[in-house]
């Protein structure tokens, strides 16, 4: 008698083992889409706040598709570097869960304007007209009470003085508001309307990158800076241009994973050490300020 046949020329043996391989194979692994705000950024990881949810540790790695979108729909894309995955950025994250139940990102998008209030949020924002008239309050107190007592040259060291109070209260602030440590620091200077870093503030800076690399999750902070000497527009381009060029080469001559620098930072002529009004001062204000931060859960500070 022969057996019988089910559809497909399958006996019922051999369906039923093929149902049992079926059902009793690990699960494939599923994609994951989450949206939320970075809150904070230690090497190749990312960690994502999400309202009502526990914090989602976000794996990130040279395939990971980085897109800055606009429009209703986000139909306009453009492809962005990793720097640009800041703290404070609200993104979307699309990927799948590891076995470290990290979650690793296939793709990550983020609105252009999302990333300016970010990256303003980062830098502490520029002072409020408020603030800037009391600083100048402040600034004419002095200079009037130095005058009397005739002081020009005391009068200028106390100003350069205050300013760089300031610059370090400042730095404190983003530590703290950030969770972060500030480890070490390095100041490039430019000559006026220059971008090029000569070879002594590149050595300056491979030694920095040597320094960073010593430390566990380290982040480098780059931030550009011009004198208010000529156009808002291009002191703005030439901070950048600094900024960009101090990160090429941490990363090509240094050997700094572009996954450990924030987003070079643009700052124009925000936080001037020195007034505009000499050579010298102008000279103080054309920099590039680099620092290491790490996260001070992983210093257990």
Known sequence: MCKPRLAGSLTLPSLLITTFLLTNSPAIAQSTQIKGIIDGRTGATMSIKVVDSPD????????TNVQEVEGVFHGRKKDMPMTSLIPGLPVDVSGSMNAQNQLAADSVKFKGSDLKAAMDAQAGLK?????????????????????????????????????KAAIAAANKR?????????????????????????????????????QAKAITAYILQVQGY???????ALNQRLSSERANAVTEILEQDGGIPLTNILAPGAMGTSSQVDSDKTAEGQAENRRV?????????????
């Open 289 to 301: 300020v680099v620092r290491i931060l790490q996260n001070k859960g992983i210093a257990g500070t």
């Open 127 to 163: 002072p409020t007209t408020q603030q800037l008239q009391q600083t100048q309050q402040q600034v004419d107190q002095q200079k009037a009470a130095l005058q009397a007592q005739q002081a020009q040259l005391t009068a200028e060291q106390k100003k350069i003085a205050a300013n």
């Open 174 to 210: 983003f530590g703290e508001l950030g969770d972060y440590n500030i480890l070490g620091e390095a100041t490039v200077y430019f000559a006026n309307g220059k971008t090029t870093v000569d070879s002594a503030d590149k050595a300056k800076l491979l030694q920095l990158a040597q």
């Open 56 to 63: 989602t540790t976000v794996l990130l790695s040279d395939t």
């Open 226 to 232: 011009a004198s208010a000497v000529g156009s808002a």
